[in-house]
Protein backbone atom coordinates (compact mmCIF):
# COMPACT_ATOMS: atom_id res chain seq x y z
CA UNK A 1 0.00 0.00 0.00
CA UNK A 2 1.63 2.98 -0.95
CA UNK A 3 1.95 6.12 1.81
CA UNK A 4 -0.48 8.57 1.40
CA UNK A 5 -0.26 12.74 0.79
CA UNK A 6 -2.37 12.79 3.63
CA UNK A 7 -0.44 10.57 6.21
CA UNK A 8 2.79 11.57 4.77
CA UNK A 9 1.54 15.40 5.62
CA UNK A 10 0.53 14.76 8.69
CA UNK A 11 3.83 12.78 9.88
CA UNK A 12 5.76 16.07 8.23
CA UNK A 13 3.76 18.33 10.51
CA UNK A 14 4.26 16.55 13.42
CA UNK A 15 7.97 16.79 12.65
CA UNK A 16 7.57 20.42 11.99
CA UNK A 17 6.35 21.27 15.05
CA UNK A 18 8.70 18.86 17.09
CA UNK A 19 11.42 21.18 15.17
CA UNK A 20 9.06 24.43 16.27
CA UNK A 21 9.55 23.57 19.83
CA UNK A 22 13.25 22.62 19.92
CA UNK A 23 14.05 25.62 18.10
CA UNK A 24 12.39 27.81 20.44
CA UNK A 25 13.92 26.24 23.17
CA UNK A 26 17.55 26.66 21.94
CA UNK A 27 16.55 30.42 21.63
CA UNK A 28 15.56 30.59 25.20
CA UNK A 29 18.94 29.23 26.36
CA UNK A 30 20.51 31.51 24.08
CA UNK A 31 19.15 34.40 25.53
CA UNK A 32 20.00 32.88 29.40
CA UNK A 33 23.37 32.57 28.48
CA UNK A 34 23.73 36.02 27.67
CA UNK A 35 21.76 37.17 30.45
CA UNK A 36 23.84 35.35 32.82
CA UNK A 37 27.27 36.88 31.29
CA UNK A 38 25.59 40.10 30.97
CA UNK A 39 25.23 40.11 34.94
CA UNK A 40 27.93 38.67 35.70
CA UNK A 41 29.94 41.49 33.60
CA UNK A 42 27.30 43.86 36.00
CA UNK A 43 28.46 42.03 39.12
CA UNK A 44 32.16 43.12 38.60
CA UNK A 45 31.29 46.54 37.64
CA UNK A 46 29.26 46.62 41.40
CA UNK A 47 32.35 44.92 43.23
CA UNK A 48 34.84 47.19 41.75
CA UNK A 49 32.10 50.68 42.65
CA UNK A 50 32.27 48.83 46.42
CA UNK A 51 28.61 48.86 45.52
CA UNK A 52 27.77 45.74 47.74
CA UNK A 53 24.39 46.22 47.83
CA UNK A 54 23.69 45.66 43.54
CA UNK A 55 26.29 42.62 43.89
CA UNK A 56 24.55 40.95 45.99
CA UNK A 57 21.01 41.88 43.87
CA UNK A 58 22.63 40.60 40.64
CA UNK A 59 24.66 37.64 42.02
CA UNK A 60 20.63 36.31 43.25
CA UNK A 61 19.48 37.02 39.47
CA UNK A 62 22.17 35.05 38.36
CA UNK A 63 21.47 32.29 40.58
CA UNK A 64 18.14 32.68 39.18
CA UNK A 65 18.78 32.63 35.73
CA UNK A 66 21.70 29.98 36.34
CA UNK A 67 18.60 27.57 37.37
CA UNK A 68 16.35 28.26 34.76
CA UNK A 69 19.22 27.76 32.24
CA UNK A 70 19.69 23.90 34.02
CA UNK A 71 16.02 23.44 33.38
CA UNK A 72 15.93 24.80 29.83
CA UNK A 73 18.38 22.21 29.30
CA UNK A 74 17.14 19.48 30.73
CA UNK A 75 14.35 20.54 28.71
CA UNK A 76 16.23 20.31 25.51
CA UNK A 77 17.46 17.07 26.37
CA UNK A 78 13.78 15.95 26.80
CA UNK A 79 12.85 17.71 23.22
CA UNK A 80 15.55 15.87 22.02
CA UNK A 81 14.30 12.27 22.99
CA UNK A 82 10.98 13.23 22.00
CA UNK A 83 11.92 14.81 18.23
CA UNK A 84 14.01 11.45 17.95
CA UNK A 85 11.16 9.21 18.49
CA UNK A 86 8.47 11.15 16.61
CA UNK A 87 11.29 10.48 13.47
CA UNK A 88 11.80 6.91 14.37
CA UNK A 89 8.25 6.05 14.43
CA UNK A 90 7.56 8.46 11.30
CA UNK A 91 10.16 5.72 9.37
CA UNK A 92 8.93 2.93 10.87
CA UNK A 93 5.05 3.94 9.58
CA UNK A 94 6.37 4.61 6.80
CA UNK A 95 8.17 1.53 6.28
CA UNK A 96 5.22 -0.32 7.57
CA UNK A 97 2.75 0.99 5.17
CA UNK A 98 4.88 -1.24 2.41
CA UNK A 99 3.97 -4.34 4.41
CA UNK A 100 1.36 -6.98 2.78
CA UNK A 101 -1.76 -6.05 4.83
CA UNK A 102 -1.77 -9.45 7.03
CA UNK A 103 1.46 -8.42 7.84
CA UNK A 104 0.33 -4.33 9.00
CA UNK A 105 -2.18 -5.57 11.03
CA UNK A 106 0.19 -7.96 12.93
CA UNK A 107 3.11 -5.33 13.27
CA UNK A 108 0.15 -2.90 14.43
CA UNK A 109 -1.18 -5.25 17.01
CA UNK A 110 2.19 -6.03 18.19
CA UNK A 111 3.00 -2.29 19.07
CA UNK A 112 -0.33 -1.43 20.38
CA UNK A 113 -0.95 0.96 17.78
CA UNK A 114 -5.40 0.71 17.79
CA UNK A 115 -5.07 3.62 14.94
CA UNK A 116 -3.32 1.49 12.59
CA UNK A 117 -5.21 -1.58 13.35
CA UNK A 118 -8.54 0.41 12.34
CA UNK A 119 -6.64 1.73 9.71
CA UNK A 120 -5.88 -1.26 8.21
CA UNK A 121 -9.26 -3.32 9.49
CA UNK A 122 -11.32 -0.37 7.21
CA UNK A 123 -8.67 -0.25 4.55
CA UNK A 124 -8.72 -4.41 3.53
CA UNK A 125 -10.79 -6.91 3.40
CA UNK A 126 -8.75 -9.19 5.88
CA UNK A 127 -10.65 -12.61 6.82
CA UNK A 128 -10.04 -12.47 10.43
CA UNK A 129 -11.33 -15.94 10.46
CA UNK A 130 -8.41 -17.50 8.33
CA UNK A 131 -4.94 -18.12 9.87
CA UNK A 132 -2.88 -14.77 9.29
CA UNK A 133 1.14 -15.98 8.01
CA UNK A 134 2.52 -13.30 9.64
CA UNK A 135 1.24 -14.11 13.12
CA UNK A 136 -1.10 -16.71 12.57
CA UNK A 137 -3.52 -15.38 15.08
CA UNK A 138 -4.48 -11.16 15.29
CA UNK A 139 -7.06 -11.73 18.54
CA UNK A 140 -4.74 -14.05 20.10
CA UNK A 141 -1.30 -11.50 19.78
CA UNK A 142 -3.84 -8.86 21.57
CA UNK A 143 -5.36 -10.87 24.31
CA UNK A 144 -1.66 -12.28 25.16
CA UNK A 145 -0.25 -8.96 25.20
CA UNK A 146 -2.99 -7.27 27.11
CA UNK A 147 -4.53 -5.04 24.84
CA UNK A 148 -7.62 -5.30 25.43
CA UNK A 149 -9.43 -2.46 22.96
CA UNK A 150 -7.34 -3.99 20.16
CA UNK A 151 -9.41 -7.34 21.70
CA UNK A 152 -12.54 -5.98 21.81
CA UNK A 153 -11.74 -4.18 18.47
CA UNK A 154 -10.94 -7.58 16.39
CA UNK A 155 -13.85 -9.18 17.70
CA UNK A 156 -16.60 -6.53 16.55
CA UNK A 157 -14.73 -6.89 13.06
CA UNK A 158 -15.30 -10.87 13.22
CA UNK A 159 -12.40 -12.46 14.67
CA UNK A 160 -13.48 -16.06 15.80
CA UNK A 161 -13.14 -17.03 19.22
CA UNK A 162 -10.63 -19.43 18.58
CA UNK A 163 -8.74 -20.57 15.67
CA UNK A 164 -7.24 -23.70 13.55
CA UNK A 165 -4.19 -23.80 13.54
CA UNK A 166 -2.65 -25.97 10.33
CA UNK A 167 0.51 -26.90 11.75
CA UNK A 168 -0.33 -28.95 14.70
CA UNK A 169 -3.93 -29.48 14.00
CA UNK A 170 -5.11 -27.95 16.38
CA UNK A 171 -7.51 -24.96 17.89
CA UNK A 172 -5.70 -21.90 19.73
CA UNK A 173 -7.94 -20.32 22.15
CA UNK A 174 -8.26 -16.78 22.46
CA UNK A 175 -9.10 -17.76 26.21
CA UNK A 176 -5.95 -19.70 26.63
CA UNK A 177 -4.04 -17.28 25.49
CA UNK A 178 -5.54 -14.46 28.05
CA UNK A 179 -5.72 -16.42 31.14
CA UNK A 180 -2.21 -17.96 30.13
CA UNK A 181 -0.88 -14.75 30.78
CA UNK A 182 1.92 -13.97 33.66
CA UNK A 183 0.23 -10.62 34.05
CA UNK A 184 -3.49 -9.99 35.23
CA UNK A 185 -5.96 -10.45 31.99
CA UNK A 186 -9.08 -10.25 33.89
CA UNK A 187 -10.29 -7.40 31.96
CA UNK A 188 -9.66 -9.21 28.32
CA UNK A 189 -10.97 -12.48 30.02
CA UNK A 190 -14.50 -10.05 30.36
CA UNK A 191 -14.38 -8.95 26.96
CA UNK A 192 -13.75 -12.78 25.35
CA UNK A 193 -16.74 -13.56 27.60
CA UNK A 194 -19.18 -10.95 26.47
CA UNK A 195 -18.53 -11.79 22.80
CA UNK A 196 -19.08 -15.57 23.97
CA UNK A 197 -15.73 -16.91 24.77
CA UNK A 198 -15.40 -20.17 27.32
CA UNK A 199 -13.07 -21.25 29.25
CA UNK A 200 -13.83 -25.13 26.97
CA UNK A 201 -13.78 -23.44 23.57
CA UNK A 202 -10.12 -25.15 22.46
CA UNK A 203 -11.49 -28.46 23.98
CA UNK A 204 -14.99 -28.38 21.78
CA UNK A 205 -12.76 -27.29 18.79
CA UNK A 206 -10.46 -30.61 18.88
CA UNK A 207 -13.27 -32.79 20.34
CA UNK A 208 -15.53 -31.80 17.07
CA UNK A 209 -12.51 -32.68 14.89
CA UNK A 210 -11.70 -35.50 16.57
CA UNK A 211 -14.97 -36.93 16.24
CA UNK A 212 -16.50 -35.59 12.68
CA UNK A 213 -13.41 -35.42 11.51
CA UNK A 214 -12.07 -39.33 12.12
CA UNK A 215 -8.98 -37.95 13.42
CA UNK A 216 -7.51 -40.40 14.55
CA UNK A 217 -4.50 -39.30 16.30
CA UNK A 218 -6.69 -36.30 18.18
CA UNK A 219 -8.78 -39.44 19.21
CA UNK A 220 -5.99 -41.28 20.66
CA UNK A 221 -4.79 -37.88 22.20
CA UNK A 222 -8.32 -37.51 23.64
CA UNK A 223 -7.94 -40.78 25.31
CA UNK A 224 -4.97 -40.15 26.35
CA UNK A 225 -5.89 -36.91 28.21
CA UNK A 226 -9.18 -37.90 29.56
CA UNK A 227 -9.59 -37.62 33.37
CA UNK A 228 -8.72 -40.79 35.32
CA UNK A 229 -12.26 -41.32 36.36
CA UNK A 230 -14.06 -40.79 33.51
CA UNK A 231 -16.27 -37.72 34.19
CA UNK A 232 -15.12 -35.19 31.05
CA UNK A 233 -12.42 -35.40 28.41
CA UNK A 234 -10.19 -32.65 28.01
CA UNK A 235 -7.00 -32.13 25.89
CA UNK A 236 -6.45 -29.13 28.52
CA UNK A 237 -9.05 -26.43 28.99
CA UNK A 238 -7.75 -22.82 29.85
CA UNK A 239 -7.88 -23.57 33.21
CA UNK A 240 -5.54 -26.43 33.03
CA UNK A 241 -3.49 -25.23 30.62
CA UNK A 242 -3.36 -21.92 32.55
CA UNK A 243 -2.55 -22.83 35.81
CA UNK A 244 1.26 -23.21 35.46
CA UNK A 245 1.87 -19.99 34.23
CA UNK A 246 -1.34 -17.82 34.70
CA UNK A 247 -1.41 -14.88 37.12
CA UNK A 248 -3.28 -16.05 40.17
CA UNK A 249 -6.02 -13.14 39.14
CA UNK A 250 -6.83 -15.25 35.94
CA UNK A 251 -7.08 -18.77 37.60
CA UNK A 252 -9.60 -17.08 39.97
CA UNK A 253 -11.32 -15.43 37.24
CA UNK A 254 -11.36 -18.62 35.62
CA UNK A 255 -12.79 -20.85 38.62
CA UNK A 256 -15.98 -18.32 39.03
CA UNK A 257 -17.10 -18.60 35.76
CA UNK A 258 -17.46 -21.92 34.59
CA UNK A 259 -13.95 -23.84 34.68
CA UNK A 260 -14.14 -27.06 36.40
CA UNK A 261 -11.10 -27.84 39.47
CA UNK A 262 -11.34 -31.54 38.43
CA UNK A 263 -10.14 -31.11 35.19
CA UNK A 264 -6.93 -32.93 34.38
CA UNK A 265 -4.21 -32.69 31.40
CA UNK A 266 -1.93 -35.43 30.68
CA UNK A 267 -2.23 -37.45 33.49
CA UNK A 268 -2.18 -34.56 35.96
CA UNK A 269 -5.12 -33.29 37.96
CA UNK A 270 -5.66 -29.35 37.98
CA UNK A 271 -4.15 -29.89 41.41
CA UNK A 272 -1.09 -31.64 40.45
CA UNK A 273 -0.70 -28.66 37.97
CA UNK A 274 -1.26 -26.09 40.57
CA UNK A 275 1.73 -28.12 42.72
CA UNK A 276 3.85 -27.52 39.90
CA UNK A 277 3.55 -24.06 39.87
CA UNK A 278 5.07 -23.57 42.86
CA UNK A 279 2.41 -21.59 44.01
CA UNK A 280 0.35 -21.83 47.24
CA UNK A 281 -2.53 -19.75 46.47
CA UNK A 282 -3.57 -21.70 43.52
CA UNK A 283 -3.52 -24.70 45.31
CA UNK A 284 -6.34 -23.07 47.64
CA UNK A 285 -8.41 -21.57 44.57
CA UNK A 286 -8.72 -24.97 43.50
CA UNK A 287 -9.28 -26.38 46.79
CA UNK A 288 -11.87 -24.21 47.75
CA UNK A 289 -13.90 -24.74 44.70
CA UNK A 290 -14.30 -27.90 45.32
CA UNK A 291 -11.29 -29.82 44.10
CA UNK A 292 -10.64 -33.34 45.73
CA UNK A 293 -7.55 -33.40 47.28
CA UNK A 294 -7.51 -37.18 47.07
CA UNK A 295 -8.13 -37.75 43.02
CA UNK A 296 -5.85 -39.72 41.79
CA UNK A 297 -3.57 -39.00 38.62
CA UNK A 298 -1.94 -41.20 36.06
CA UNK A 299 -0.79 -44.71 37.68
CA UNK A 300 -3.16 -43.66 40.31
CA UNK A 301 -0.59 -41.75 41.48
CA UNK A 302 -1.74 -39.46 44.81
CA UNK A 303 -1.88 -35.73 44.39
CA UNK A 304 0.29 -35.74 48.00
CA UNK A 305 2.99 -37.82 46.49
CA UNK A 306 3.08 -35.68 43.52
CA UNK A 307 4.05 -33.33 45.62
CA UNK A 308 6.33 -34.90 47.72
CA UNK A 309 8.21 -36.10 44.36
CA UNK A 310 8.07 -32.36 43.08
CA UNK A 311 9.24 -31.01 46.20
CA UNK A 312 12.50 -33.46 45.36
CA UNK A 313 13.50 -32.05 42.46
CA UNK A 314 12.79 -28.52 42.48
CA UNK A 315 15.20 -25.94 42.91
CA UNK A 316 16.43 -24.57 46.12
CA UNK A 317 14.57 -21.07 45.63
CA UNK A 318 10.98 -23.28 45.55
CA UNK A 319 11.38 -25.99 48.16
CA UNK A 320 9.48 -24.08 50.93
CA UNK A 321 6.74 -22.51 48.80
CA UNK A 322 6.18 -26.64 47.79
CA UNK A 323 6.90 -27.31 51.65
CA UNK A 324 3.97 -25.33 52.41
CA UNK A 325 1.88 -26.83 49.82
CA UNK A 326 2.11 -30.39 51.34
CA UNK A 327 1.39 -29.34 54.38
CA UNK A 328 -1.54 -27.05 53.21
CA UNK A 329 -2.83 -30.40 51.34
CA UNK A 330 -2.17 -32.72 54.39
CA UNK A 331 -4.24 -30.27 56.45
CA UNK A 332 -7.16 -30.70 53.72
CA UNK A 333 -7.01 -34.39 54.47
CA UNK A 334 -4.63 -35.60 51.63
CA UNK A 335 -3.50 -39.10 51.63
CA UNK A 336 -1.30 -41.72 49.80
CA UNK A 337 -2.42 -43.93 47.75
CA UNK A 338 -1.93 -47.76 47.75
CA UNK A 339 -0.10 -47.38 44.55
CA UNK A 340 2.17 -44.91 45.99
CA UNK A 341 5.80 -45.24 46.06
CA UNK A 342 6.32 -43.37 49.23
CA UNK A 343 9.13 -41.39 49.53
CA UNK A 344 11.68 -42.40 52.03
CA UNK A 345 11.03 -41.21 55.66
Known amino acids: MPISFRDLLLGTMLLCASCITFADTALDIQNTEQQIEQLSAEIKTANRNKDKESANRLREERIEAQRRLRELKKQQREEKKQQEKQTKRAAAEAEWETYPVNKQLCTAVEYNRFDLVRKVMESNPIDLRQPNDACLYPLGEAVTRGFADIADYLLQKG ?37 GATPYDSVQGNLAGAVIGDDKDAKNKLKQDHNMEGDMFTLGASLTKSLQKGHVNNIRWLLANGSKPEESMT ?68 TYSDQDRKPAT
Not at 163 to 178: F, V, Y
Not at 312 to 319: C, E, I, Y
Request: zero cysteines.
Open 159 to 195: SPLFIHEPIMNAKISAMDAAAGSKEDRTDILNILKRH
Open 267 to 334: GRTALMIAVDSNNLEKVKLLVEAGADVNRRGINFESVLAHAERHHAKVSKKHQASVAEIIEYLKSKGA
